[in-house]
């Protein structure tokens, strides 16, 4: 059997896209066919277009976008696609979404979730372990990632101060107000040493100021709210294009395990029936053979 004859439907279509791509018969950014198109020109099923169109995403041939249709990739897109992502996965830490401990949902369910291709996951969550949000197994971030927990104490320290800084440019921590580690704690989270240096960062940033409390015959240490209008929310370079404060948080799965299962179930099922695919051509190649 000839080798371009057993190559599966999706894999042909991904060939023929791809290769209008390279001779710039598709240039970057401009849109895809319609799926109908699709199907209509490669006489395939909606499934099979899906399949071709999702290889090539993974591939950062194309890139979707939500309620537009499917582009051409630019270079620009890669950065604005990464920063969508590495933004926030950032945040669904900083506002518990992504709790301490939590798993992240694997590779190919994120890349689905934020139709962004394969290696854009794969460098934001990176970045964000190097960062010291996220920690993987091995060296490489691979298909188990998890969010740090409150015993690393670099980690513990930004949580408590992202979640600090948001406290207070939301108001829940209006201008004046007093804060103390222990209460920090009982807020928040962590422990005595993650909260004391968070509140010094604070202090350094300019958002609180440092100040000294009687509490009987009790000396303590406690800042006094100044304002926040200013500066990073966070201490990872990274943020979410156009994001508001006010704007609702896109969640993923909260369940890792649900959303693994869910995508390994349902490349199973992709795989069977590339298997019967496969099957299907040689029984009809042997039948040809037979019949010559």
């Known amino acids: 059997m000839a080798a371009d004859e057993a190559r599966l439907t999706f894999e042909r279509i991904a060939d023929d896209l791809r290769q209008q791509i390279r001779d710039g018969e598709l240039r970057p950014g401009q849109l895809l066919p319609t799926q109908s198109q699709l199907m209509q020109t490669y006489k395939a099923s909606s499934l099979t277009v899906q399949k071709a169109i999702r290889l090539l995403r993974n591939e950062g041939w194309v890139i979707a976008r939500q309620g537009r249709g499917t582009f051409v990739t630019r270079s620009a897109d890669f950065e604005d696609a990464f920063e969508k992502v590495a933004g926030d996965l950032q945040q669904q830490i900083y506002t518990g979404i992504l709790e301490p401990g939590a798993r992240l949902p694997a590779r190919e369910v994120l890349a689905e979730h934020y139709a962004v291709p394969l290696n854009v996951v794969t460098n934001a969550i990176a970045l964000l372990a190097s960062n010291s949000l996220l920690r993987y197994p091995g060296e490489l971030p691979g298909d188990e990632v998890y969010v740090r927990d409150w015993d690393d104490h670099g980690f513990a320290t930004q949580l408590v101060h992202g979640r600090l800084v948001r406290k207070i440019r939301d108001g829940s921590l209006p201008k004046g107000a007093t804060v103390t580690v222990d209460g920090v704690i009982a807020m928040i989270g962590g422990d005595a040493e993650a909260a004391d240096q968070a509140l010094t960062f604070l202090a350094l940033e300019g958002r609180v100021k440092k100040i000294h409390q009687r509490s009987g015959s ?75």
Do not use: C, K, M, W
């Open 218 to 292: 009790r000396q303590q240490t406690a800042y006094v709210i100044v304002g926040g209008e200013f500066g990073t929310e966070v201490p990872v370079p990274v943020q979410s294009a156009n994001e508001s404060l006010d704007a609702p948080q896109r969640e993923f799965p909260a369940e890792a395990g649900l959303a693994d299962l869910t995508h390994r179930l349902e490349r199973a099922l992709e795989r069977i029936e590339e298997l019967e695919e496969r099957v299907e051509r040689l029984e009809h190649g042997g039948q040809a053979g037979d019949n010559g």
